[in-house]
C-alpha cells in the first residue's frame, strides 16, 4: 500500500510569488492535513480537510490555502510568499481524521525555500 | 492552552545502552498520544500510539512507551539503543473530538559508539 505521497519534494522561490504543493494521501483516506515545519516554531498545524470541505483550521493568514479535490487529493497554496515561509510542509492522512483515535500518517514533505 | 512538552531537547546515549524519552500533555481530557521519529530531511514517521486501554504500548522498531495518568506523561523507552535510531523524536497528541495534532518541540537523540 503506498504511503503518503507529497510533490514537489524541492522548490525555491521569490519572494512575492506563489506557490501550489500537492498530496496524494493512503488509498482509502479520507482525511488530510497540512503542517508547516520550521526550527523556530517547531511543527504547526495549518489545515484539515475531510471529503472536499475544510474541517479545521489553524492560525495561519489568508495566504496560506487549500482544498482537497473527489478523489481525496490535496493541493496547499501560499501566495505573496515571505521568506518566512520557507519551510518543511508536511501532508497528513488518515481514514476519517475525527474521533475514534484515527492513526494519522505522514509523508517525506515538500521542502520550500523562498529567496 | 492544550500543549504538548519535551523538556530534552537533546540526549546523547551509548550504543547498547537503555533511552528514555519523556513527553508531558496538558488537556482538558486525556488525548491520544503518538510518539513519531524524523531523520534528516524525511518525514514523520509513527512509532507507536495510544488510544486507551493498556496503558504500556508497543511500537515498531523496538520502542514501547507508558502512558500515566498521573503524571500527564507518556515517556517513550527503549531499552538498548542502536546507532541508527539517532533521530528527531516527537511526541504529539490530539484531542478526542478529533481535530489538530499538537506537537512537542521534539528531542534529538544521538548515539555515541
Redesign the interface.
Known sequence: KAG?T?TPRYLIKTRGQQVTLSCSPISGHRSV?W?QQTPGQ??Q?LF?YFSETQR?K?NFPGRFSGRQFSNSRSEMNVSTLELGDSALY?C?SSL??????????????SWLTVV | AQSVTQPDIHITVSEGASLELRCNYSYGATPYLFWYVQSPGQGLQLLLKYFSGDTLVQGIKGFEAEFKRSQSSFNLRKPSVHWSDAAEYFCAAQNQAGTALIFGKGTTLSVSS
Open positions: 503518503v507529497q492535513s503542517y517547531g511543527l498545524f484539515e479545521n489553524g508536511l497528513a476519517a481524521g475525527q474521533g475514534a483515535g484515527n492513526t494519522i500518517y505522514f509523508g517525506e514533505g
